[in-house]
């Protein structure tokens, strides 16, 4: 006789993949279709895969046939008629197992649902206003929310979302009460940080983009978590506010030490003094215009447990970064520095001997300055570098990497930077892997490229090379993506 595990059992097999934020393997899109399968199983697989595919809206048309009937009565009476693909209800209730809730496509999301099966005319906004609001009360009267997001892209800037008062619905503090993770550019929903403050007091994720204008609320929401670990704030100049750090990094400083991971970046003049607080952070990601004397309060202060170290934008003052490193270099475990001196270099190489990543700039004449990093940090594992026009020839790093990097180097990642020729890895490439092959012991090497220009090409006789020491496993990857031109704070 078959047995089969109990539901228990298998929800907590599903359960333990959902919760991995550091993977999310169910939920990645090349994993979709195998968790779908799971649903044909047999009716217990289907009861639990469901949850796991729904922790997020799957389908538009299923959602809107799963509004209750108060809700529909009030679409019909304002000539609002959506009909079911079926006469038969859902088998589930979907929207109880929606946890995430990304707020700008389900709006834009429904909005074109609506339009492309012209149950409304797409120029009436107001009957679309009309659907949105009872999907939301259907949200937030039906779920538990643990992330939310409100981030309008760049191209939606003409069409903002509408100011919707989630707060304002029956359910809404049980359904936002235990919200841990939430995304917000402040286009709109003004009013929303303010109603959130006194509902939501244990956020473990907070990343919020500033624009033009800043909203009072946003002070009160960051001052009163409990728990929050990870803090994301980016600020662009305002004409209309001023400097909106003098109003944020009060309440910032409310905090209490938890944060682990702290990302600030802007285009204003932002004081650093308040991060000496966080000695807790294991990670920090800074991206500021105006770094190199911002970070002159932060060279003598020590982070014990920090790993991570970004400079994404400009690099500080190297004086002040070499000291910073001489405190705090030891425990780091990867750097991202843009671009280097070559004193700061060497800092990195004295003081930072337990480095796996390091991403940087090197330029043209810098081959002795990687061989420096090479040879002084022997737990590196990854460099990121930029290639092209102006800086390292590919080739010619490749040739330093092989021969001169430590034993548990694995990976080089070059971006390829704009307005370089179009053709990468002209050189001879056999000498290069066979030198890799020869190193003891050897790692197959990954090598990606990140293109910027968008129609970067490699040799015939290059990618032949290439393929052959695939083959041998002397090459475990090659692969040349998309870049994004948008740099984001993460």
Known sequence: MIRQLPADCLNEIFECYLNDNSMKILQRSENIATLRSCLLVNRLWCKISVRILWTDV???NTLIACLPNESKEILYKNEIVISSPTLRPPLFNYVTFVKTLLMDEIYYGITHFLKNHQYINSDDDMKNMLVMQEIYKMFMNQTTLKTMTFYTPPSYFDHYIPNIPLTTYPGAIDCLRNLSELTYNSINHYE????LSKICFNLQSLKIIIDEFFFDGLVDLISVQQSLKYLSVFSYYSYYSGNHWLKIIPSIEKLPNNLIKLCIGGEEHTPLSFIAKFTNLQELVLSLWYIDEEFKTLQYVTFPRLQILRFTDRSPNHEYLIKFLEINGKGLKEIHLNPLSHLSILAIAK?????????????????ETLKVILNSCQELECIRVMCGDGYLNECELLEVVTKYSPKKFHELKIFWSFFSRSVSFTKELEPIFITWSNCIPQK????????YQIGLKVKKESMEVIEKFKKLDIIRKFEISVGSVLARLS
């Open 444 to 451: 197959p090497l990954s090598l990606i490229i990140v293109d």
């Open 351 to 367: 003081f930072c001997p337990n480095l796996k990543l390091l991403y940087t700039i090197f330029k043209k004449d810098e081959v």
């Open 192 to 195: 929303f940080f303010h109603q």
């Open 58 to 60: 799957q389908n538009y």
